[in-house]
C-alpha cells in the first residue's frame, strides 16, 4: 500500500481522523501543522487550499474533509469491516449518516453555538432545518442501536460519537442519556483510547522555538 500521511493538530478535528487511522490499522506519517503559522504556508495550502487539518496525503491521492477521510479510510481496509458492502441492504443507511452528520448536524450545531437565527422564516431553505430536529434525528439513529448500521461498528459511528461527544462537552447540546451511554461505549475502543493518547501525546511536547 502506498504511504500515507496524516496533516493534523491535536486541538482539531483531526481527532477523529486518528481515531479512524488506528481503528483500521494504518501506517502513516504524522505531520502536526500550527494555527496561524505553517497550516497557512504555500507548501501546505497546494495540499489543501482551506488552509486547514485534517488532510490525508495516500500516494498520489489527497483527502480533506473529516467524513470523506473516514469513509475513504473504510474503502480502503474493507477487511476491517468498518463499511457496509456496497451490495449491503445497510450501505444506504452508512452513507445517510455520514453524510448527515457532516452537513446537516454539524451546520445545526454550529449555528446553536454562536446563536445564529434560524426559526420558522428560514428554516425550510437552511440545510439543517430546525435545529431540534436534527439532533432529535441524530438520536433516533444511535437508537435502533447498538450501532447505526445495526451489529456492526461503523465509520458512521466514529463519526457520531465524535461529534456528540464534542459538542456535549462544550455544553451545545444536552447530555441525553441516549447521546452519553452511546459516546461512552465507543470512547472505550482500543484504538479510540489510543488515538487520543497519541494526540495528548503531542499536546505535552515544547512548542517549537
Known amino acids: ?85 456496497i451490495d449491503s441492504p445497510e450501505r444506504g443507511t452508512y452513507l445517510r449518516w455520514i453524510f448527515f452528520i ?18 420558522a422564516e428560514n428554516a425550510q431553505a437552511v440545510g439543517c432545518g430546525f435545529i431540534t430536529d436534527a439532533i432529535n434525528a441524530m438520536e433516533l439513529a444511535i437508537q435502533k442501536g447498538p450501532y447505526i448500521c445495526g451489529d456492526q461498528f461503523t465509520a458512521a459511528d466514529l463519526l457520531a460519537a465524535s461529534y456528540l461527544g464534542w459538542e456535549m462537552q462544550q455544553k451545545v447540546i444536552e447530555e441525553r442519556a441516549s447521546f452519553r451511554e452511546y459516546v461512552n461505549s465507543l470512547e472505550k475502543r482500543p484504538a479510540a483510547v489510543r488515538a487520543n493518547q497519541l494526540d495528548d501525546a503531542i499536546l505535552k511536547k515544547p512548542e517549537p522555538a
Not at 457532516?102 to 454562536?114: I, W
Request: hydrophobic share 45%.
Open 1 to 85: 500500500m502506498a504511504k500515507m500521511t496524516f496533516y493534523t493538530h491535536p486541538w482539531s478535528r483531526g481527532r477523529i481522523v486518528r481515531w479512524m487511522l488506528e481503528e483500521v490499522g494504518a501506517d502513516y506519517d504524522v505531520v502536526v501543522k500550527e494555527f496561524g503559522g505553517s497550516i497557512k504556508a504555500p507548501d501546505y495550502l497546494a495540499i489543501n487550499p482551506m488552509g486547514k487539518v485534517p488532510a490525508l496525503v495516500h500516494g498520489d491521492v489527497v483527502i480533506t474533509e473529516v467524513a470523506a477521510i473516514c469513509a475513504y479510510l473504510a474503502d480502503q481496509f474493507p477487511q476491517k469491516k468498518l463499511a457496509p458492502p
Open 102 to 119: 457532516a452537513g446537516p448536524l454539524e451546520m445545526a450545531t454550529t449555528a446553536k453555538a454562536f446563536n445564529w437565527r434560524i426559526d
